[in-house]
């Protein structure tokens, strides 16, 4: 059994397909429902996670035309910018590039990635320029004030990651941990969505390829092939999509041991085209293996689990214990919370938290709460049993950005 492409998006434009979030799909395969090819039109799927190759391209004006000859240093926020690679000569204006990973060079835990965030949630931006002749001009800008914004991820959406832990008695500063990771098998820490990510949904790729549109961070976009260092065993994506489009909840800075990192989220529909794709789309957590890797050198596979045992049944925000709250205690876990979600009086922020479960890692005394798990695994002869204490992905903006495109295909507004 089969259909087209243009047989899906004429259902669509008759408000007649059926589409489904992977989620549905899962949950629906969970329930014994039988779901078959003939009920399912469109799903969409979605991730949300760290993803290092995040870079914006911004054009923004600083002065007049004919004041300065070329910019030679750039800072947003003073997060370092690359001018370029055209120079706008005497145009009073600068082209940028700017590395969702680049660290503020005066606050270290501010970088690319709170910076894009409060580019669009509408903050004022403050913008340095250095010219070639050395004469510095400074302005505060808004998003108003971006004539171009386009965000590129030359590598996205990983089809899943590695978990991490450390098995001997030091200390890691890395960032594949929201703080530096401690030994023997103290912490694990992990990246991936499992069920709900798009290349997942699709292994044989026959879907998701070079011009599958794509949600990025909220806003339309699209694949532009492969991503840098993609493998047949590791593959990724490169995608970009109009940052001016974007909704700033889907993206935003997450603060590493290693310094402040970016995080971004993407949806990718299926049209089901056939019953090969649809049994695609059927892959469960518990049938997802997650590499557990030595986090020194992150390339040594110590052990494996699967994505059931990172995700399925734990809880997905914290709760705050008033009745625990310590001031003192609070302030380090505070500064430590990836995302900045936590307050001074210790509530959290739930539309900057990540769900990432640091701050219950942290907060022995039970100030914070969460079922975030921990994992069985054996190395060797010898069994362990360590607590997730770092999630690098978050399930909600996956699940929400995944949403988010089934309701903009159902109402007619991204056809396939
Ligand atoms: S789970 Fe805790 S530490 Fe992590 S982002 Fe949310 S409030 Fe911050």
């Known amino acids: 059994m089969s259909r087209t492409i243009d047989e899906v998006n004429k259902k669509i434009s008759n408000g007649e397909a059926n589409i489904f979030t992977a989620e549905e799909i899962k949950d629906s395969i969970r329930n014994e429902e039988n779901l078959s090819f003939e009920d399912v039109d469109v799903v969409t799927t979605g991730t949300c996670g760290i993803m290092s190759g995040t870079a914006a391209i911004f054009h923004i004006e600083v002065t007049d035309p004919g004041v300065f000859q070329k910019a030679k240093k750039v800072y947003l926020n003073g997060v370092p910018a690359f001018p370029g690679p055209c120079p706008n000569e005497l145009l009073g204006s600068v082209d940028l590039i700017v590395y969702g990973t680049e660290h503020g060079i005066k606050n270290h835990q501010y970088g690319g990635g709170f910076l894009f965030k409060d580019i669009l949630n509408g903050e004022k931006i403050d913008v340095e320029v250095e010219a070639v002749d050395g004469r510095k001009f400074e302005k505060q800008v808004t998003i108003e004030d971006f004539q171009r914004a386009q965000l590129l ?7 899943n990651y590695t978990a991490f832990i ?6 890691v500063n ?15 820490t992990f990246s991936g969505c499992g069920e709900l990510n798009p290349i997942q949904n699709n292994v044989s790729r026959t879907l998701i390829k070079e011009g599958t549109k794509i949600l990025l ?17 590791k593959p990724n994506l490169m995608l970009t999509a109009d940052m001016l489009q974007m909704s700033g909840e889907y993206i935003g800075g997450f603060k ?15 049209p089901i085209l056939n019953e090969k794709i649809f049994e695609e789309v059927q892959i469960l957590n518990s049938e997802i293996p997650l590499t557990i890797a030595d986090i020194h050198g992150r390339h040594l596979p110590l052990s494996e689990t699967t ?13 705050f214990n008033f009745n625990r709250f310590d001031e003192k205690i609070n302030e380090g876990i ?7 979600a936590i307050s001074e009086n210790g509530t959290i922020n739930l539309d900057k938290c ?10 022995k005394n039970g100030t914070y709460n969460m079922n975030i798990g921990s994992v069985d695994f054996d190395i060797d002869d010898r069994s362990f049993n360590v607590p997730i204490t770092c999630r690098q992905s978050d399930i909600q903006r996956a699940r929400k950005i995944a949403i988010k495109l089934k309701r903009l295909i159902g109402e007619g507004e991204f056809e396939l």
């Open 153 to 159: 991820g030359t590598r996205m959406a990983f089809k």
């Open 217 to 233: 961070n909220g806003a339309k976009g699209m694949v532009l092939g492969d991503g840098t260092r993609s493998s047949d065993l």
């Open 166 to 171: 450390n098995p001997l008695d030091d200390v």
């Open 174 to 188: 890395s960032i594949f941990n929201g703080i530096p990771t401690k030994g023997a098998f103290d912490q694990f």
């Open 354 to 363: 990540f769900g990432c479960g640091l701050c219950v890692y942290l907060s």
């Open 256 to 270: 590493t041991g290693a310094g402040p990192e970016v995080y971004d989220s993407i949806a990718i529909p299926l």
């Open 334 to 340: 505070k500064r430590a919370c990836p995302t900045n």
């Open 307 to 319: 994505y059931g045992a990172v995700w399925d049944g734990h809880d997905e925000r914290p709760t």
